[in-house]
């Protein structure tokens, strides 16, 4: 049975439009845990453009379940995570220019760097997962950088429209799933994934997570939080 981590980020998006007090992400990932999520995920970007690095502190403090940090690879978010703790980190790419994260992190072409960062996150007790393209060569070097994990990026294949395009793209989700859990890492998947896409992507059973964020916030402002994150935990498992 697969799990859920639900990215709170975008409650903090309509905090920060006013750079007012609420609506605290605080606040949300606790319902979320109520609501049955089996995780937390915020991104602490370098612009905190939505997170500030206050909500990671007291998330850390206030989660019932596991904290997955999502970030960059930069000496300064190392440093955070070694000095905050969360349970996880997902190593992901970041442009200052985009509106979300666009395609997974390019191990191959980093990969000195990406596995000293893997190197001393995992020093610090910290479970290393890396957001990663389906595609065989990021899913070997993450097995030779030592990661535990990775994450597959399933935006792709949430864009692709349905039919012939989104099936190809299905395809490679399950084949890198396949490839991953033989070289032994965690298989997580996520970007893009809603109430309606993730039914097919769900059936691939090497998936063991789930990181949804945007499509259950947005149901969550006409629905209420804990019974947009049930019913996504409803679909998922
Ligand atoms: N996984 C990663 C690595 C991400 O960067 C994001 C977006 O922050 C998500 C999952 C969640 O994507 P979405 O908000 O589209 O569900």
């Known amino acids: 049975m697969a799990t859920l981590t639900v990215n709170v980020d975008h409650v903090a998006t309509v905090r920060q439009a006013r750079l007012d007090t609420e609506p605290d992400?605080?606040?949300?990932?606790?319902?979320?845990?109520?609501?049955?999520?089996?995780?937390?995920?915020?991104?602490?970007?370098e612009d905190r453009r939505h997170i500030q690095d206050r909500d990671v502190e007291v998330?850390?403090?206030?989660?019932?379940?596991?904290?997955?940090?999502e970030m960059a690879?930069?000496?300064?978010?190392?440093?955070?995570?070694l000095r905050i703790k969360p349970d996880m980190v997902s190593l992901v790419p970041e442009k200052r220019e985009e509106l979300t994260t666009e395609g997974g992190l390019d191990v191959v072409k980093h990969e000195a760097?990406?596995?000293?960062?893997?190197?001393?996150?995992?020093?610090?007790?910290?479970y290393v997962n890396l957001f990663i393209?389906?595609?065989?060569?990021?899913?070997?070097?993450?097995?030779?950088?030592?990661?535990?994990?990775?994450?597959?990026?399933?935006g792709t294949y949430a864009n692709a429209p349905l039919?012939?395009?989104?099936?190809?793209?299905?395809?490679?989700?399950?084949?890198g799933a396949s490839l991953a859990a033989s070289l032994g890492l965690k298989v997580h998947a996520g970007h893009g994934l809603d109430y309606r896409n993730i039914e097919p992507v769900r059936e691939i059973p090497e998936i063991e997570e789930f990181a949804i964020g945007f499509s259950i916030i947005a149901r969550s402002v006409i629905?209420?939080?804990?019974?947009?994150?049930?019913?996504?935990?409803?679909?998922?498992?």
């Open 25 to 45: 992400p605080v606040f949300a990932a606790g319902l979320a845990e109520l609501a049955g999520a089996d995780g937390i995920t915020v991104h602490l970007r």
């Open 59 to 69: 998330i850390r403090q206030t989660c019932k379940t596991r904290l997955n940090l």
């Open 73 to 81: 690879a930069t000496e300064e978010m190392i440093a955070i995570a």
């Open 113 to 126: 760097d990406i596995k000293k960062a893997t190197e001393a996150l995992k020093a610090g007790g910290i």
């Open 133 to 154: 393209d389906p595609s065989p060569a990021p899913i070997e070097a993450a097995s030779r950088i030592g990661a535990d994990g990775v994450e597959l990026h399933t």
């Open 163 to 175: 039919g012939e395009r989104r099936d190809v793209e299905l395809g490679k989700i399950a084949a």
């Open 223 to 237: 629905v209420g939080m804990e019974r947009a994150v049930a019913e996504m935990v409803e679909l998922v498992r």
